[in-house]
Nanobody, 125 residues
Framework: VQLQASGGGAVQAGNSLKLSCTSS????????IGWFRQAPGKEREFVAA????????TYSDSVKGRFSIIRDNTKNAVNLWMGDLKLEDTAVYYC???????????????????WGQGTQVTVSS
């Protein structure tokens, strides 16, 4: 499975950005997709995940209320809408797919099997 993460860039604090995770796999809509991020010098951490059910998503405390993860099955994509960006949101963002379909929106990295290449998000003051 190949996942493609895109949409990163440089923005000022308080602004918004949308990341997209896309795949050509016909079964993409049946898998939980997670977004993770890794800041310089830090370990990769969970950001948000959405199950095959569009109404079943989970978020880390640090982004809850600011980020939204949404499936767009018409485009075989999972989008991460990031609002009110903060300096600490600066990181490389990765999307990942679970090993099996029809699962919950897991927060642990070990529950994910396929990873995209990452897209850089830089927030400045």
């Amino acid at each position: 499975v190949q996942l493609q993460a895109s949409g990163g860039g440089a923005v000022q604090a308080g602004n918004s950005l949308k990341l997209s995770c896309t795949s050509s796999a016909r079964t993409f809509s049946t898998y939980t997709i997670g977004w993770f991020r890794q800041a310089p010098g830090k370990e990769r951490e969970f950001v948000a995940a959405i199950s095959w059910r569009p109404d079943n998503a989970t978020y880390s405390d640090s982004v809850k209320g600011r980020f939204s993860i949404i499936r767009d099955n018409t485009k075989n994509a999972v989008n991460l809408w990031m609002g009110d960006l903060k300096l600490e949101d600066t990181a490389v963002y990765y999307c990942a797919q679970t090993r099996a379909p029809y699962t919950l929106p897991f927060m642990r990295q070990q529950d994910y099997h396929s990873w995209g290449q990452g897209t850089q998000v830089t927030v400045s003051s």
